[in-house]
């Protein structure tokens, strides 16, 4: 990375010292997206193991029946909790961080304040609204009244899910990310241990409790983390608090109808499979998506936590917003890819490990998931440029007609494949949405994917093409010693091209070099 010209004279010093400044500057920004990165991702990591326990004994206690009811009843939360919520929390962030970057500490005092107040307002709107519609969500979900009180319960978690989202939102505009590591691993210990006791004690009715007493600790620990920051005392009357509002609830609602589309795909696709084929299924399809997004969500929910904050600080900068999109995709593929690619190869084992041979049916849609997350992790970036730049309603058009598309695209593949279709569906969608992002962002800031990301995607492309291909049609222990080894020779591509933009000099590389072997493979990208 830091090779020098070595020929004598004035010019070519100058370049030789202009081309080292560049490529430390350019480690640097890759270093700090690994960092922060390894800090949320280490957390994430504990959160996976985690998730494995409280999977697999659910898995056992509650069956696919209850794997499906737990889906209804997250829809029906993620729906009215989403409308509740009016986005306040994300566009806070995006607040909160520009007023970082200002040093503005009055600016920070009034966002936060008036962030707390309308988090108590729409959190206790939300409440009484899931009671009031509990019996109609129960017909409409599930065809009876029979979990009138268990909806109207979910009430409860739509107030607490939205005052700790908005000291989430404090701390992640903070970039405090070490608190929010910490509060992601404890949250994740209580819920794995609050989960396995209310299945054991009540099995399917236990589900509510279990969500409740789970988003009451998670509330507890913002509120503990929150209370760590120091935030300046400002005096604002709720005439004023609704003033300094309208800005986040402008682009909240943007945030808001995002993540309602989102959550209604997600109710719509749950509902058509009840109807159409039964719970049992509802439990495949839940799986195989959840499955299908550990790693992803590993990497972007890792990397996150950082890089919003850090793009609304460039957004002056077209040309720093670029690279800094660019060098997230390079990183996000280089950690995503190797996970996509076991899951792929191992898919029938995982299955078994995650859950039970009940389960199996789920592999079909687990598959084409994988490739759909693939999609996932190359617009991931791009999506972020929007709302950085705070192009609201750029944003809106895109999300909603990628919704709307992949509702249609669900209603066909049940239609024609049954509950694979679902999966497909998810895939094309994936398609049709990066190209979709990747022209948005182009328009607005003149966005190009370097030559880095491009020769890596044409990489990694076709080893999950190949893979997908080598599972699904061969024997399953010649699909799965082909995968593995295709899922090696990639993994040491990615941990080769994370050295090459880190530095050899990085601690994480000096960590990596320890490993017999290892250096070898990663020196080569110095021949």
């Not at 994300?90 to 040093?103: M, T």
């Not at 590591?181 to 994740?188: D, T």
């Amino acid at each position: 990375m830091r090779k020098a010209y070595k020929r004598g004279g004035a010019a070519e010093s100058v370049l030789n010292k202009l081309f080292y400044q560049i490529n430390v500057s350019t480690e640097k920004s890759y270093a700090q997206i690994l960092k922060s990165s390894s800090i949320m991702g280490g957390a994430a990591g504990i959160n996976l193991i985690l998730g494995m326990v409280r999977t697999k004994f659910a898995a056992v206690l509650i069956g696919t029946s209850g794997i499906g009811l737990l889906a209804g009843f997250s829809s029906i939360q993620g729906i009215i909790g989403t409308i509740a919520g009016l986005g306040i929390q994300s566009s806070a962030v995006r607040e909160i961080a520009g007023a970082v970057g200002k040093g503005d500490e009055q600016a920070i005092g009034r966002v936060v304040l008036t962030l707390r107040r309308v988090c108590w307002i729409t959190g206790l709107t939300g409440m009484i609204a899931m009671m009031a519609l509990s019996s109609f969500l129960s017909q409409m979900t599930f065809g009876s009244d029979k979990y009138t009180i268990d909806i109207a319960l979910l009430g409860i978690i739509i107030l607490f899910s939205n005052l700790s989202g908005g000291q989430m939102a404090l701390i992640q505009g903070m970039r405090r990310i070490g608190d929010m590591a910490r509060a992601n691993v404890f949250g994740a210990a209580f819920a794995t241990v609050s989960a396995i006791g209310f299945y054991s004690w009540l099995g399917l009715r236990g589900i509510v409790p279990a969500l409740v007493s789970i988003s009451g600790v998670q509330l507890a620990l913002s509120w503990h983390f929150a209370r760590r920051v120091t935030v300046p005392t400002v005096l604002l009357t709720w005439k004023q608090t609704f003033s300094t509002s309208s800005e986040m609830v402008k682009l909240g609602l943007v945030f808001m109808w995002n993540g309602l589309l989102g959550s209604a795909v997600t109710y719509v696709t749950i509902t058509l499979i009840t109807q159409q084929i039964g719970m049992h299924a509802v439990g495949l399809y839940s799986a195989a998506f959840a499955l299908s997004g550990i790693f992803v969500n590993f990497v972007l929910g890792a990397m996150s936590a950082d890089y919003y904050p850090r793009l609304t600080g460039l957004a002056h900068d077209k040309v720093a917003v670029n690279r800094l999109v660019n060098e997230q995709t390079e990183i996000g593929l280089l950690l995503a890819v190797p996970g996509l690619l076991v899951t792929m190869a191992m898919a029938p084992w995982i299955i078994r490990i995650f859950y039970t041979s009940e389960f199996l049916p789920a592999v079909d849609l687990l598959q084409w998931f994988i490739l759909g997350c693939l999609g996932r992790v190359i617009s991931w970036p791009m999506g972020f440029v929007m709302l950085a730049l705070g192009k609201g309603r750029w944003f809106f058009l895109t999300e909603t007609s990628s919704n709307i598309i992949h509702v249609l695209l669900i209603v066909l593949g049940l239609f024609a494949f049954g509950i694979e279709g679902v999966a497909v569906a998810f895939f094309v969608e994936y398609i049709t949405y990066t190209m979709a992002v990747y022209a948005v962002v182009r328009y607005l800031t003149g966005f190009r994917w370097s030559s880095e990301a491009t020769q890596m995607g044409w990489l990694v492309l076709p080893a999950l093409a190949v893979t997908f291909l080598v599972v699904k049609y061969l024997p399953i222990w010649p699909a799965t010693v082909s995968g593995v080894l295709l899922t090696v020779t990639a993994s040491f591509y990615c941990l080769r091209g994370l050295v090459q933009r880190i530095g050899l000099d990085h601690r994480i590389t000096r960590i990596i070099f320890k490993i017999p072997g290892l250096r070898l493979v990663c020196m080569s990208m110095n021949n």
